[in-house]
Each structure stands twice: as structure tokens, then as C-alpha cells.
């Protein structure tokens, strides 16, 4: 095995959520030998090479919009993953056709998911089966201590945000209805009964993004 097949993966976390981030971080953390997650300083533009961009979807576009070419663009990128659990035909063909190398579920086990990291590195394209089961274990999204699941914390930052229901159905890809559906579950656990409580719920549970990590991509130091 030569040097350079020796080295871990280098890997760089995206999404606008610190405690998101953390739990990708935690799974594969005992993985440290095939992948390191690098730290992106938060208040600097990315300025240190890495392998591969892994881009999660909570609360930001699904298959991550024009904001893949963004990232591609950056000097100090490398190949670029969007992570997600929705699985539409067509936004695995829109995130290809920008430029992606991977469309990984988030029900992939920690091993599977390194496994898949490593064969985006070495110039595969990778595209996981949309599995049926729940989220991987260790992953975690704001709200989830209080009895949220993702897609409803997910729309519930996007509400905090102060995005209206068709800015989210866009965003997320689901029919306001489906929205709609969400949006009445969050209030009944949050004890809810207007936007306006939603959102300041929202803001004192920290719902509102902690960054802006897309605008580091964009500077191009």
C-alpha cells in the first residue's frame, strides 16, 4: 500500500447547524484511521484542502441547489456528497448533473457510509439504495431531545428562518399539504399555537443556524 492510499479520507462537514455536524462527526469518529472530519474555522473562508465535502441536507436545499457548484468551485474542495434521506429521482439527477459524487442516505450505517467516502475519493460515483429504515443512529438535529423528529425540526428551522410554507415545500421538495402535516405535528410537541410562538420556540432552542458555512465556499480564498 503506498503512502498516499495509507492516508484517511479528508472530509468537510456542511450545513448551517452545529449540533447536526456533531453527530456526524461522533459516527465517524471511530473511523478515524480511513476518515478525519476537519474543522472548518466558522468566522475564516476554507483555506485547507480536503477530500471530499459532505453536504447535508437538514434545512438546507435538497440535493443542495445551485449551492453544489459553489462548493465545486472552491479551490479547496474536492469531490462533493450530498447527504439526505430523500431519495426523488429527480434530485439525485440534479445533484449529479451539478457536479456531485455521492448521494448517501442517512440510514447508512457508520461503515457503510466510510466505505462509500472512500470509493467518492477514489473517483467512483456513489449512489446508496434509499433504505426504508430510520435515520442512523448517532445522528442528531435540534429539537430531537424534546421529541422532534428530523423532518419536523427541519421545518421548524426553516420556519425559524422565516420561511413561509411555500419557500419550505420548495426547499425541502414536499407538497405544502405534507408541509402543512408537519407544521401541525411541531405545534402540538412544542405546545404551539401560532408562527409567531413557533418561531420563538425555534430561536430559544436553537433552531436558528449557527453559520452560514455556504458563504465560507464562496470567497474562493
Known sequence: MTDEAAKPVT????????????????????????????????????????DVVLYDSFAQPEAGGEEIADIIANRHSGRLVVYTWNFHENLIRGALARGASGYLSKTLPARELVVALEAVHAGEIVVSPPH??????????????????????????????????????????????????????????????????????GVGHGFAPDYHRIQLWRTKP
Not at 469518529?29 to 480536503?50: F, K
Request: net charge neutral; aromatic share 6%; proline share 4%.
Open 11 to 50: 472530509v468537510a462537514l456542511v450545513d448551517d447547524y452545529d449540533v447536526v455536524l456533531a453527530g456526524i462527526a461522533r459516527i465517524l469518529a471511530p473511523y478515524q484511521d480511513r476518515v478525519r472530519v476537519l474543522e472548518i474555522d466558522s468566522n475564516r473562508p476554507v483555506t485547507q484542502d480536503v
Open 132 to 201: 426504508r429504515s430510520r435515520v442512523m443512529a448517532g445522528l442528531d438535529w435540534p429539537g430531537r431531545g424534546e421529541g422532534l423528529t428530523e423532518r419536523e425540526a427541519e421545518v421548524l428551522a426553516l420556519i425559524t428562518q422565516g420561511r413561509n410554507n411555500a419557500e419550505i415545500a420548495e426547499i425541502t421538495c414536499l407538497s405544502p399539504n405534507t408541509v402543512k402535516s408537519y407544521i401541525r405535528a411541531l405545534y402540538r410537541k412544542i405546545g404551539a399555537t401560532s408562527r409567531s410562538q413557533a418561531v420563538l420556540w
